[in-house]
């Protein structure tokens, strides 16, 4: 049974600890799970990207149209994936909803003026969540990879070494 | 402040050929994401993605005109 020393049993641990730091950043604001890994570059690409897709959909459906969970749960569901992006939208969604009808709740369900571009709006969000999702699992691969010593952006595929 | 909210606040009216035309930012930016994720040089990155990008955009053409002759091949 073989003993191990203190500082590389913290070292491991601290290795542990970086795969759900990155995850959960990856999740908050996409690509800051990369950057905290050191992948400043790739994480700076991703942070523009999904968060330039998510807020164009928002911008293109409207947020009433676009975050709304009651209306459209799963596509909900997928926008949730981009984390703080997502929580910011629907919080500024309920800020400017009005206050629903006490006398008649049904009247709160909000009808889109322009459908189409709402339909854009949500594929556009949906998309940038299902992106996110996408670096978050990429993030969580690098952290696993780097904590086995790995120094590549890529890990390698299984039986190539 | 405000002119920003209201960006945001109300959806914009699409007609004609802009609702296919707004297919083409959404194909790049998952092919920048994707191959992102993919290329262990990021120098690689803007040719692929371009590649990627022209793949998805013919294919989903490719898949829409074969749905259309289906459409009138059945009416």
Redesign the interface.
């Known amino acids: 049974m073989t003993e191990r020393s203190p500082s590389l049993a913290a070292a491991n641990e601290a290795a542990l600890m970086r795969a759900p730091i990155a995850g959960f950043l990856a999740w908050l604001v996409p690509g800051l799970g990369h950057i905290f890994l050191g992948y400043r570059?790739?994480g700076l690409?991703?942070l523009v990207?999904?968060t330039?897709?998510f807020?164009?959909g928002?911008?293109?459906?409207?947020?009433?149209?676009?975050v709304d969970p009651r209306e459209r749960s799963l596509w909900f569901v997928a926008q949730l994936c981009t984390g703080a992006n997502t929580l910011a939208?629907y919080g500024?969604n309920r800020a400017?909803t009005p206050a629903p009808d006490p006398v008649d709740p049904s009247q709160a369900r909000f009808v889109?003026?322009?459908w189409?571009?709402?339909e854009?709006?949500v594929?556009?969000t949906g998309?940038?969540g299902l992106?996110n999702m996408?670096?978050i699992l990429?993030a969580l691969t690098l952290a696993e990879f780097r904590s086995r010593g790995g120094s590549?952006?890529?890990p390698p595929p299984k039986g190539a070494q | 402040m405000s002119l920003l909210?209201g960006?945001?606040?109300?959806?914009?009216?699409?007609t004609g050929p802009v609702?296919l035309a707004?297919m083409l930012?959404?194909c790049l930016?998952?092919a920048?994401?994707?191959k992102?994720?993919?290329?262990?040089?990021?120098r690689q990155?803007p040719m692929a993605a371009l590649g990627l990008w022209i793949t998805i955009v013919i294919g989903m053409c490719a898949v829409g005109l074969g749905l259309w002759l289906l459409f009138m091949l059945m009416i």
Do not use: K, Q
């Open positions: 570059a790739r690409i991703f990207t999904i330039a897709t807020w164009t928002v911008a293109i459906g409207g947020v009433r149209g676009t939208a500024f400017i889109p003026p322009h189409m571009a709402a854009v709006g594929h556009y998309v940038a992106l996408l670096v990429n590549s952006a890529r | 909210l960006l945001f606040t109300t959806g914009i009216a699409l609702r707004l930012p959404l930016a998952i920048v994401v994707y992102t994720t993919r290329c262990e040089d990021l990155v």
